[in-house]
Every structure is written in C-alpha cells, then in structure tokens.
C-alpha cells in the first residue's frame, strides 16, 4: 500500500481558514445564549454609600477630593469578598435546581471572582442606603438626604433589600433645609466581612424570555469613597436552568459573566473609572460630583480617556467600502494587553461590541475579534476570561487583578492589525495566496462531526468567488471560472437534533476551524 505524503505546511492558509470562521461563513448550527444584561439608569442606582477602607482613618465622609488623588494602598488590597443574599424566590426553585444552583453553580462563579480580583478591604459594616422617591437628592455632611421622605422599601433588581442592611432615612425640605434624620427609621445591622452584597433571585420575568436569557445581573449602589459598585443583583431565569451535567460548565460561565457586569463591566459604569492615583477618569460636576448625565441613554457619560470613537476608512463590505465608526475601550492595560496579543503596536484599544441594542452594545467586547472571550455578548462553547477583561477590571481603579486566573485566548493571537484593525472581508484578501487554489476547489464542502455521542451535520460555505477574489483576479486578468457560486443556503439542511441535546447542539468554532485545517491539510495547501 502506498504511502500517503506527509501534508505541507499550512501558512496563510490556516489564518485564512480561521477568518472564515469568524465571517460565519459556517453553517453548522449553533445555539448561543445571548447575554441581555440591562444596564441600570442613572436614576435606579443608589450612589453615596459610606463605608471604611482598610487603608484610611475615617470613613468616606470625608472630602470627595481628598479620596480622589490618594494612592491606593497595595498592602490594603485583599481578595475580593462577595456576601450572596438570596430572595425567598430561590427556595421555591425545584430542588434539583437549587441544590445546583446554591452547592454548584454560584459557589464555584464567586470563587473564581474573589481569586481573580483583588479590592481595598472593607472595614466595619456596609449599610447601604434608602431609595428616595425622588430623583433629586441633596448630600450634607457627606449623608445622602432624601426629600421629605424615603421609599418604603428599598429595591436591588428583583429583590427587596433587607431593613437589617439599610441605613437610616435622611431627609431635607424641597430647598434642601431642615435636614434630618427620620425619626421613624433605625440603622440595621449592616453587613460584616463583605466587600460586594449580591442579591439573587430565580424569577421567570419577562427578561427571561427574551433570546435565550439564563440570568441577568446589574449593580444597584454605589459607594461614596471611590465609586466603586457595592450592592448588586443577579437573576436567574428557572426555566432556563438546565441540570444536564454537559451544561454545567455553560452554566457556571454565564453566571461568571453576570456577576462581572455588576462589578464593573457595564455601560453604567465607564463614567465612573478611576486611574491608578485614584483620580476620575471622567470630569465631574462641581454640585453633585458625578459626571455628567447622557440624556438619551440616561447613564453617566464617559470621557475619551475610558472610550474613544474610532473611524476605520475603506471598510469593506458587500458592494463597495464604508467609513466604519468602532467605540474602543482606551485604557492603559487594556491597551497594552490587546497590542500584545493581536501583535499590533498601533491598536487604539479593545472594540466594544456595536450591535444588540441596549442589552449588548458596548458592555461586551466585539465578538468579531474577541469570539470566544466570555465578555462578548453571546455565549460560544469554550469561552475564556482573558487578560484583556481583567485587565479592564484592573483599569476601573477599583480592583487589582490576579492574572493567573486568566485563560488564554487563542482567537486572533498573533493575527497582526490587518486581523485587528480591518474588516473580515479585507483580511481575507490580504491573505489571498488562497483564492487560487480554495476556490477553485469547492465552493461548499459537507462536513459531518461526531462528539459526546451525537453526530453533526453542516456545511461549511465559502463566500463567493466575485465577492472574495474578484478585485484581485481583474488585475490580474483572471475570472471566477463559471459554477463557482455557491448553492442556495437552504439546499443545506441545519442541525437540528431532537432529544434536547442541550449545549451539545453546538460545537464551538475551534472544533469547526480544526475540520477546516484537516481540509486544508487534505489539499495540501501552502
């Protein structure tokens, strides 16, 4: 029997074929859940919590400057210390699910957190604040006052807040007079040995059936010292809870995910990010100290030192080329670590995702670049925290980050700034040593896969011969040969398996781009 020759090199062929992967010029099925993580308005979030950090001598009650230019004190920062508080909600779960969810589930995402992120410690007891009716409030003597009157009850998300874990009620008269204390509250207990209060609840709201939502979370208050994000809220939707066991670890890295946006990876937040001397990011009004309001988003506006508008000429597209606008997150670590890993010096930043409407746009990174990185907004099988998000984390002046708690991300590593920098459809391009040989292969090759007991059946498509190779073939003299275009998509049945396969539906697009080599392999591309 023969031999068969040792395969060649595959070159530019294997950037090539990943990029066809992240054109989604791939068939094969794919359910992804869509992250719908609703940022909080300005006015839902409670702000002014005071609390004592480990590195000072008073409480934040202080002067709102002098907090701002103290240097954080590296010996003070501690693992971060998350106390979960559920809703009654919880405990009506099915008990299958809340023994995965209390034993499992939530134990092993706060872990990971309190590893990966380090916070000056919190000293004392947290008592957070009162809602007021009103959206106008007046601060004296560095206590939030109410006017007239506080809420009766005090919300986080979902969940109402303990009377043990608030504050007393202080209130003004409209012009801000006769500030007191109502004499009909009493301060609670507090919460002890806790950096982060989360709040949980598992209701089917009507957020749940919207995609393919698993849970969603937000932060509710915010303390006085630097802003940082105290309290928080997480739900999870019950009927989305899958206690398949190939599931769990899709489970756990969505609640990881969850729990990030209210720690600070959130479009509610980036008005709030300090530098490393402690000092706003973002320049604040005189009266109330807080940035200034986007009245059409009704969240805090950021500055150009947290999130720069960048406009990429020449965007390829179908049909011609457009002026692209991208939002970058342009924070020094996040610069640094995007530049190291795409290899490309003149990165401005890390792209925010421009598409989802409200519960997507830029509270994720851009999946075109980042694809399986666990903060883009929609969930693919693999997903990793990278360097990049912690590095976010690190640059929000809240937290040091612990980066041997990242993964590394594979997507894009190396791929230099035509990956980076431009359109899917030009790097193709620009790695056109392929079009001759690919194209003129096949333009749809059957692909079938087997794994964890299921068999998978696609296509994988190539985009037309005119669309890719074109512009390059005309200056070279050349023509797409008659029959390259590809067959209409619905000659090509989709993956659709019954039994509730669950996350095995998918196979993630490591395992696509791997099918995709071994064809390169096969043809011996260079």
Excluded at 113 to 134: F, P, Y
Excluded at 413 to 434: E, L, P, T, V
Aim: with cysteine; net charge neutral; hydrophobic share 35%.
């Amino acid at each position: 029997m023969a031999n068969s020759p040792p395969p060649r090199p595959l070159g530019n062929m294997a950037k090539f074929l990943a990029a066809v992967g992240i054109c989604s010029w791939l068939l094969v099925s794919a359910t992804a859940h869509n992250c719908q993580h609703q940022h909080p308005k300005a006015h839902e979030v409670v702000h002014g919590v005071r609390i004592q950090l480990a590195d000072s001598e008073d409480d934040s009650a202080g002067d709102p400057a002098r907090h701002s230019v103290r240097r954080r004190s590296v010996a003070a920062e501690q693992p971060l210390r998350i106390l979960l508080v559920y809703d009654e909600s919880v405990y009506r779960l099915e008990e299958e699910k809340f023994n995965l969810i209390n034993d499992t589930v939530l134990p092993e995402a706060v872990q990971f957190w309190e590893q990966a992120l380090m916070v000056r410690e919190t000293k004392g007891v947290i008592r957070l604040n009162r809602k007021c009716d009103s959206t106008q409030v007046y601060v004296k003597n560095g206590h939030t006052h109410c006017i007239d009157h506080c809420k009766a009850t005090t919300m986080c998300g979902e969940v109402q807040v303990p009377d043990a874990h608030l504050d007393v009620c202080r209130v003004c008269n409209a012009t801000g007079q006769n500030c007191r204390i109502d004499s009909n509250t009493q301060p609670g207990e507090g919460i002890e040995n806790a950096d982060f209060v989360f709040y949980v609840s598992a209701r089917q709201t009507q957020r749940c059936f919207k995609g393919l939502t698993v849970a969603y979370a937000a932060h509710c208050q915010q303390e006085a010292a630097l802003d940082r994000p105290i309290a928080g809220h997480a739900n999870l939707c019950p009927e989305s809870i899958s206690t398949k066991p190939q599931e769990l670890q899709t489970l756990i890295s969505t609640v990881k995910h969850e729990i990030l946006h209210a720690l600070g990876f959130s479009v509610s937040l980036y008005a709030f990010f300090r530098d490393d001397e402690g000092k706003p990011r973002t320049p604040r009004k005189l009266d109330t100290g807080k940035p200034y309001l986007n009245e059409k988003l009704q969240i805090h506006q950021w500055s150009n030192e947290t999130i720069r508008k960048v406009v990429r000429e020449n965007w390829s597209v179908r049909g011609g080329h457009v002026n692209k606008v991208v939002d970058m997150m342009v924070t020094p670590r996040v610069i640094a670590e995007v530049r190291a890993h795409f290899n490309c010096n003149k990165l401005e930043g890390a792209e925010l995702e421009d598409q989802g409407g409200e519960g997507t746009a830029l509270t994720h990174w851009e999946k075109r670049i980042l694809e399986n990185e666990a903060m883009t907004g929609t969930h693919t099988q693999s997903p990793v925290f990278s360097r990049i998000t912690l590095a976010l984390m690190e640059d929000s002046g809240w937290y040091r980050a612990n980066y041997s708690m990242a993964t590394p991300l594979t997507w894009g590593k190396g791929m230099g700034c035509a990956f980076a920098m431009r359109s899917c459809k030009d790097w193709i391009q620009y790695n056109h040593a392929s079009c001759n040989v690919l194209l003129s292969r096949a333009e749809a090759m059957p692909l079938r896969i087997a794994a964890n007991g299921w068999l998978h059946k696609g296509t994988i498509m190539c985009p037309p011969c005119h669309e890719l190779c074109g512009a390059q073939f005309a200056v070279q003299g050349k023509q797409c040969r008659p029959g390259e275009e590809p067959d209409p998509l619905n000659k090509y049945p989709r993956d659709n398996l019954a039994c509730g396969a669950g996350s095995e539906k998918s196979r993630s697009v490591a395992i696509i781009t791997a099918a995709l080599l071994l064809f390169g392999l096969r043809w011996g591309f260079s």
